[in-house]
């Protein structure tokens, strides 16, 4: 049988536990594409810096988290550039070349909300965004072997954004009523192990990669390391897009 490879995403960064979480995956040699916010970045970019010397890649998530459908489109590209700006000078501060600009909206909001059923690219807002992120150089890139019938009937694996395949619902904890019962570890870990490919719970799936969606939230810290030692002994090992 191949090997299953993910990509593994973490959103929100930093926040004061990333450095330990960077640490946390140096055990295992695993880098990962970090989405930060760029109002989060200003006061920590140390730990950017650190990221980035470790291998990791660091993706722009935004300034601070509105949902693009419900903004201007001038207020969305404010949003974009200037955590572009910060992020560029983590990159010239670490000594590191940025090789490559990733973006993923938060909410995964791509300006028309995060419906992917009446996802429509030709939206003006949608469309507008995608062009802005190609002029700023934001790319999708080579994430190979993604071959969910789900993720190429959305344009997903087309669009200048990055989404992703599995998302852990690490979040869910956090919700006051959580979405499907998802109120744990023991919750969360039983979900990785669903076989539900086409509904977006595939990590038992052979013949697709995965893009797995983390976040780097203090209150979740402790869920992320099981969480990722699950993910190991499931057998996926993990890559970068370059
Ligand atoms: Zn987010």
């Known amino acids: 049988m191949p090997t299953k490879y993910a990509y593994l995403t973490i959103d929100d960064a930093p926040s004061a536990d990333m450095r330990r979480k960077i640490d946390v995956l140096g055990k295992w040699g695993i880098k990962a594409i970090w989405f930060v916010r760029?109002?989060?970045?200003?006061?920590?970019?140390?730990?950017?810096?650190?990221?980035i010397r470790q291998g990791h890649i660091i993706g722009n998530h935004s300034y601070d988290h509105p949902k693009f459908s419900k903004i201007s489109l001038k207020d969305c590209k404010n949003q974009v550039y200037s955590t572009d700006q910060l992020i560029e000078k983590a990159y010239f501060l670490s000594g590191r070349p940025q090789l490559v600009k990733l973006f993923r909206f938060p909410f995964l909001d791509k300006g028309a909300g995060?419906?992917?059923?009446?996802?429509?690219?030709?939206?003006?807002?949608?469309l507008a965004l995608q062009q802005f992120l190609g002029r700023m150089g934001y790319q999708q890139p080579i994430f190979e072997d993604i071959n969910y019938t789900w993720w190429q009937r959305a344009g997903l694996d087309e669009c200048l954004d990055i989404d992703c395949t599995f998302d852990t619902y690490d979040w869910a904890p956090l919700e006051k009523d959580p979405p499907h019962g998802y109120s744990g570890l023991r919750e969360l870990l039983a979900r990785m192990d669903e076989d539900e490919p086409e509904s977006g719970k595939g990590l038992n799936y052979p013949a697709s990669n995965d893009i797995i969606l983390m976040h780097d939230f203090e209150e979740t810290a402790d869920l992320f390391e099981p969480m990722v030692n699950h993910l190991l002994e499931k057998g996926i090992s993990f890559k970068l897009p370059i």
């Open 38 to 51: 760029g109002e989060l970045l200003e006061d920590n970019l140390a730990d950017i810096i650190y990221a």
């Open 114 to 126: 995060n419906d992917y059923e009446n996802l429509r690219w030709d939206d003006p807002h949608v």
